[in-house]
Protein backbone atom coordinates (compact mmCIF):
# COMPACT_ATOMS: atom_id res chain seq x y z
CA UNK A 1 0.00 0.00 0.00
CA UNK A 2 1.71 3.40 -1.33
CA UNK A 3 2.51 5.89 1.56
CA UNK A 4 0.47 8.81 2.24
CA UNK A 5 2.78 11.55 0.97
CA UNK A 6 0.78 14.44 2.88
CA UNK A 7 1.83 13.00 6.05
CA UNK A 8 4.85 14.38 8.09
CA UNK A 9 6.73 12.75 10.48
CA UNK A 10 6.66 13.68 14.03
CA UNK A 11 10.41 14.58 13.95
CA UNK A 12 9.91 16.90 11.30
CA UNK A 13 6.76 18.63 13.08
CA UNK A 14 9.12 19.33 15.90
CA UNK A 15 12.17 20.54 13.89
CA UNK A 16 9.34 23.10 12.37
CA UNK A 17 8.18 24.08 15.45
CA UNK A 18 10.75 24.33 18.07
CA UNK A 19 9.47 27.46 20.14
CA UNK A 20 6.93 25.55 20.35
CA UNK A 21 8.33 22.47 21.90
CA UNK A 22 10.48 24.52 24.23
CA UNK A 23 7.13 25.70 26.85
CA UNK A 24 7.76 24.35 30.06
CA UNK A 25 4.89 22.76 31.69
CA UNK A 26 4.85 23.17 35.97
CA UNK A 27 2.75 22.28 38.90
CA UNK A 28 1.81 24.75 41.82
CA UNK A 29 0.49 23.20 44.45
CA UNK A 30 -2.48 25.73 46.80
CA UNK A 31 -1.87 23.56 50.22
CA UNK A 32 -4.78 24.50 52.62
CA UNK A 33 -5.32 23.74 56.06
CA UNK A 34 -7.36 24.64 59.16
CA UNK A 35 -6.00 25.65 62.46
CA UNK A 36 -7.05 28.29 65.31
CA UNK A 37 -10.81 29.14 63.73
CA UNK A 38 -8.95 30.27 60.21
CA UNK A 39 -8.55 28.55 56.75
CA UNK A 40 -4.66 28.73 56.33
CA UNK A 41 -2.23 28.00 53.12
CA UNK A 42 1.00 26.52 53.11
CA UNK A 43 3.47 29.13 51.69
CA UNK A 44 7.25 29.46 51.16
CA UNK A 45 9.55 32.16 50.27
CA UNK A 46 11.00 32.49 47.18
CA UNK A 47 14.62 31.62 46.49
CA UNK A 48 14.31 34.03 42.70
CA UNK A 49 15.85 37.37 42.82
CA UNK A 50 13.22 38.74 40.85
CA UNK A 51 10.74 38.40 43.74
CA UNK A 52 12.86 38.49 46.81
CA UNK A 53 11.01 38.96 49.76
CA UNK A 54 7.68 37.02 48.45
CA UNK A 55 5.96 34.16 49.21
CA UNK A 56 4.84 31.55 46.69
CA UNK A 57 2.85 28.42 46.29
CA UNK A 58 4.31 24.95 46.60
CA UNK A 59 5.25 24.13 42.62
CA UNK A 60 7.92 23.21 40.64
CA UNK A 61 8.40 22.18 37.05
CA UNK A 62 7.09 18.83 35.69
CA UNK A 63 9.83 16.96 35.13
CA UNK A 64 10.53 15.01 31.46
CA UNK A 65 9.39 11.59 32.57
CA UNK A 66 6.72 12.22 34.48
CA UNK A 67 2.96 13.04 34.10
CA UNK A 68 0.99 15.92 36.30
CA UNK A 69 -0.64 14.12 38.47
CA UNK A 70 2.85 12.33 39.26
CA UNK A 71 4.27 15.62 39.69
CA UNK A 72 2.15 17.44 42.05
CA UNK A 73 2.44 14.48 44.69
CA UNK A 74 6.23 15.13 44.28
CA UNK A 75 5.94 18.36 45.03
CA UNK A 76 3.80 17.76 47.94
CA UNK A 77 5.87 14.62 49.19
CA UNK A 78 9.93 16.66 48.37
CA UNK A 79 8.74 20.01 49.91
CA UNK A 80 6.16 19.07 52.68
CA UNK A 81 7.21 16.04 53.76
CA UNK A 82 3.02 14.72 53.15
CA UNK A 83 1.88 12.25 51.50
CA UNK A 84 -1.68 10.96 50.74
CA UNK A 85 -3.46 13.79 51.00
CA UNK A 86 -6.44 14.90 49.50
CA UNK A 87 -5.55 16.38 46.26
CA UNK A 88 -7.88 17.44 42.96
CA UNK A 89 -6.76 19.73 39.58
CA UNK A 90 -8.28 22.64 39.50
CA UNK A 91 -7.28 25.08 36.25
CA UNK A 92 -4.52 25.48 34.40
CA UNK A 93 -3.02 29.31 34.02
CA UNK A 94 -0.85 30.41 30.32
CA UNK A 95 -0.21 34.18 31.03
CA UNK A 96 2.68 34.86 28.10
CA UNK A 97 4.86 36.80 31.28
CA UNK A 98 3.76 35.15 34.36
CA UNK A 99 7.52 33.70 34.71
CA UNK A 100 10.19 35.93 34.47
CA UNK A 101 12.78 32.74 33.21
CA UNK A 102 10.44 32.40 29.79
CA UNK A 103 7.17 30.93 28.86
CA UNK A 104 5.88 28.19 31.67
CA UNK A 105 2.27 26.87 32.19
CA UNK A 106 0.93 25.54 35.07
CA UNK A 107 -1.59 23.57 35.88
CA UNK A 108 -2.89 24.24 39.88
CA UNK A 109 -4.13 21.54 42.11
CA UNK A 110 -5.20 22.31 45.81
CA UNK A 111 -5.04 19.72 48.55
CA UNK A 112 -6.64 19.51 52.26
CA UNK A 113 -4.77 18.67 55.18
CA UNK A 114 -5.30 18.26 58.57
CA UNK A 115 -2.81 20.45 60.30
CA UNK A 116 -3.18 18.74 63.37
CA UNK A 117 -2.51 15.31 62.43
CA UNK A 118 0.04 16.10 59.46
CA UNK A 119 2.91 18.23 60.69
CA UNK A 120 5.59 19.54 58.28
CA UNK A 121 8.66 17.68 58.42
CA UNK A 122 10.65 19.78 56.62
CA UNK A 123 11.52 23.65 57.37
CA UNK A 124 13.62 25.63 55.16
CA UNK A 125 13.19 28.55 53.26
CA UNK A 126 10.57 29.62 55.62
CA UNK A 127 8.16 27.37 54.89
CA UNK A 128 5.19 27.78 57.02
CA UNK A 129 1.40 28.02 56.91
CA UNK A 130 -0.28 31.47 56.77
CA UNK A 131 -3.92 32.66 57.20
CA UNK A 132 -5.43 33.20 53.75
CA UNK A 133 -7.32 36.12 55.14
CA UNK A 134 -3.54 37.86 55.78
CA UNK A 135 -2.05 37.29 52.34
CA UNK A 136 -1.91 40.54 50.33
CA UNK A 137 1.03 39.82 47.44
CA UNK A 138 2.75 37.06 46.44
CA UNK A 139 5.14 35.96 43.63
CA UNK A 140 4.24 35.41 40.21
CA UNK A 141 0.65 35.07 39.76
CA UNK A 142 0.19 32.93 42.81
CA UNK A 143 -2.41 35.16 44.23
CA UNK A 144 -4.70 34.44 41.04
CA UNK A 145 -3.80 30.74 41.31
CA UNK A 146 -4.73 31.02 44.90
CA UNK A 147 -8.02 32.75 44.49
CA UNK A 148 -9.12 30.49 41.66
CA UNK A 149 -8.72 27.24 44.07
CA UNK A 150 -10.62 29.05 47.15
CA UNK A 151 -13.28 29.74 44.87
CA UNK A 152 -13.28 26.00 43.23
CA UNK A 153 -13.26 24.42 47.33
CA UNK A 154 -16.44 27.16 48.00
CA UNK A 155 -17.96 26.25 45.28
CA UNK A 156 -17.35 22.51 46.11
CA UNK A 157 -18.27 22.55 50.23
CA UNK A 158 -22.03 22.29 50.21
CA UNK A 159 -22.42 19.69 47.51
CA UNK A 160 -19.47 17.52 48.25
CA UNK A 161 -17.64 16.16 51.60
CA UNK A 162 -14.69 17.52 51.06
CA UNK A 163 -13.91 19.39 54.11
CA UNK A 164 -13.51 16.76 56.33
CA UNK A 165 -10.48 16.24 55.11
CA UNK A 166 -9.19 19.70 57.62
CA UNK A 167 -11.19 18.14 60.44
CA UNK A 168 -10.00 15.51 63.24
CA UNK A 169 -11.75 12.20 62.42
CA UNK A 170 -14.37 13.29 65.45
CA UNK A 171 -15.52 16.88 65.79
CA UNK A 172 -18.81 18.75 67.00
CA UNK A 173 -21.21 20.37 64.74
CA UNK A 174 -20.05 23.42 66.34
CA UNK A 175 -16.00 23.02 65.29
CA UNK A 176 -18.03 21.98 61.81
CA UNK A 177 -19.48 25.24 61.32
CA UNK A 178 -16.77 27.32 62.29
CA UNK A 179 -14.58 25.57 59.56
CA UNK A 180 -17.75 26.29 57.12
CA UNK A 181 -17.19 30.53 58.21
CA UNK A 182 -13.84 30.25 58.12
CA UNK A 183 -13.68 28.82 54.77
CA UNK A 184 -16.88 30.96 53.10
CA UNK A 185 -15.37 34.35 55.39
CA UNK A 186 -19.20 34.68 56.82
CA UNK A 187 -21.18 34.14 59.59
CA UNK A 188 -23.55 31.35 59.28
CA UNK A 189 -27.33 30.74 60.83
CA UNK A 190 -26.59 28.07 63.41
CA UNK A 191 -30.09 26.61 62.29
CA UNK A 192 -30.31 26.81 58.89
CA UNK A 193 -26.66 24.94 58.82
CA UNK A 194 -27.42 22.28 61.09
CA UNK A 195 -30.77 21.49 58.79
CA UNK A 196 -28.54 21.72 55.99
CA UNK A 197 -25.73 19.57 57.11
CA UNK A 198 -28.95 16.93 58.61
CA UNK A 199 -30.45 17.16 54.69
CA UNK A 200 -26.96 15.81 53.49
CA UNK A 201 -27.02 13.07 55.59
CA UNK A 202 -22.89 12.96 55.55
CA UNK A 203 -22.40 12.42 58.95
CA UNK A 204 -22.67 9.24 61.97
CA UNK A 205 -23.43 10.14 65.13
CA UNK A 206 -20.93 8.68 67.79
CA UNK A 207 -23.42 8.84 70.75
CA UNK A 208 -20.09 10.52 72.34
CA UNK A 209 -20.03 13.96 73.70
CA UNK A 210 -17.27 16.32 73.49
CA UNK A 211 -14.57 16.96 76.88
CA UNK A 212 -12.62 19.72 78.61
CA UNK A 213 -14.28 22.34 76.71
CA UNK A 214 -14.78 25.78 77.92
CA UNK A 215 -18.49 25.50 76.42
CA UNK A 216 -21.58 23.05 76.84
CA UNK A 217 -20.11 20.10 75.18
CA UNK A 218 -21.67 18.86 71.96
CA UNK A 219 -22.38 15.66 70.43
CA UNK A 220 -19.43 14.44 68.29
CA UNK A 221 -19.91 12.78 64.51
CA UNK A 222 -17.45 11.71 62.02
CA UNK A 223 -18.34 11.55 58.36
CA UNK A 224 -19.59 8.30 57.10
CA UNK A 225 -16.77 5.45 56.19
CA UNK A 226 -18.78 5.72 52.42
CA UNK A 227 -18.02 9.59 51.80
CA UNK A 228 -14.23 8.75 53.32
CA UNK A 229 -13.38 6.55 50.81
CA UNK A 230 -15.16 8.66 48.08
CA UNK A 231 -13.12 11.36 49.33
CA UNK A 232 -9.60 9.58 49.16
CA UNK A 233 -10.30 8.39 45.56
CA UNK A 234 -11.31 12.23 44.24
CA UNK A 235 -7.62 12.94 44.17
CA UNK A 236 -5.50 14.56 41.44
CA UNK A 237 -7.37 14.38 37.94
CA UNK A 238 -10.64 14.58 39.07
CA UNK A 239 -11.33 17.71 37.90
CA UNK A 240 -9.98 20.62 35.21
CA UNK A 241 -10.79 23.21 33.54
CA UNK A 242 -9.09 24.97 30.91
CA UNK A 243 -7.52 28.15 31.05
Given at each position: MPKNSSLKTAELEKI?????????????????????????????????????????????????DEDLDSASYRV???????????LEQVHTFGSINRHPSGRVITTAYYALV???????K???????WHSVNDIRKLAFDHKSILETCLNRLREQIMEHPVVFNLLSEKFSLRELQELYQ??????????????????KDWLLDLNE????????????????????KKNQRRKAGSSVLAG
Open positions: SHLDYFNIAISVDCVIFGYDNKELKVLLIKSDLEEFEGLYSLLGDLVRPLRERTGLDDVFDIKHHKLLNHNDLHAILDTDLDRRNFRKKIAIMEDDVPHRPGKLYKLKPEFR
